[in-house]
């Protein structure tokens, strides 16, 4: 893995909602991430989401939404609670009525140790995007902000995405298609550089 880079918060767009995340873990043991979704700008009526049921490099469906629990809907500028429902197993959608700030709360039960999946202890916390993240339909070129909230200050978040500049533990991905290729690694690691072919690469090691 390469040091990430900087890059700068996108500039918003009059037309264009703004996608951005917050992962927490506050209780490791527990096994389950706290996510938050920010949508702003949204200027329609209703607000479908969908989970992923496929992941990169594996070609079989996956029933990432059967961990998601305590999902919420609300809104910052209408100040108010949505109504929100489920319409297939993958599928939430929002009454967003005439509000354009969309906050989506959630928490996903993260206790299976592979590269497809989640995994949280008082270890270390590790996500795939795809098992984490929903979509919104029509958007996935969108970019998307993902900041990370750990447990304890000796923590530190490791992807591939590259960092925001002048914003802690906060990182930017391009599309969706990026964010879920590129899984997030949370806990107290150590870090190798080293060089091949007169490039500089970095690894980072985490003891489980």
């Not at 951005?20 to 209780?27: G, I, L, P, R, T």
């Not at 993958?90 to 906050?103: A, D, G, L, R």
């Not at 978040?157 to 925001?164: E, M, R, W």
């Amino acid at each position: 893995m390469t040091k990430a880079t900087l890059v700068q918060p996108p500039q918003s767009s009059s037309t264009l909602p703004v996608i951005s995340y917050e992962v927490a873990m506050s209780q490791p043991t527990s096994h389950l991430f706290e996510v938050t979704l920010w949508v702003k700008n949204w200027q329609s009526s209703t607000l479908d989401l969908k989970m992923p049921v496929w992941t990169p490099g594996s070609y079989l469906v996956r029933e990432y939404a059967r961990h998601v629990q305590d999902f919420v809907a609300k809104s910052s500028d209408c100040k108010q609670k949505l109504k929100s429902r489920k319409i297939a197993k993958n599928y939430w959608q929002i009454e967003t009525e005439n509000c354009s700030e969309i906050q989506i709360s959630y928490r996903v039960f993260a206790n299976e140790l592979t590269v497809r999946t989640n995994h949280l202890d008082a270890t270390h916390g590790y996500f795939n995007g795809a098992a984490l993240f929903f979509f919104i339909p029509g958007l996935e070129k969108q970019p998307i902000e993902v900041a990370i909230v750990p447990p304890k200050k000796d923590w530190k978040a490791i992807t591939s995405l590259p960092v925001v500049s002048g914003k802690n533990n906060t990182f930017q991905a391009q599309d969706f298609d990026t964010l879920v290729d590129s899984p997030f690694e949370i806990g107290i690691h150590r870090l190798y550089d080293f060089e091949v072919l007169g490039k500089p690469q970095s690894v980072w090691w985490i003891a489980l």
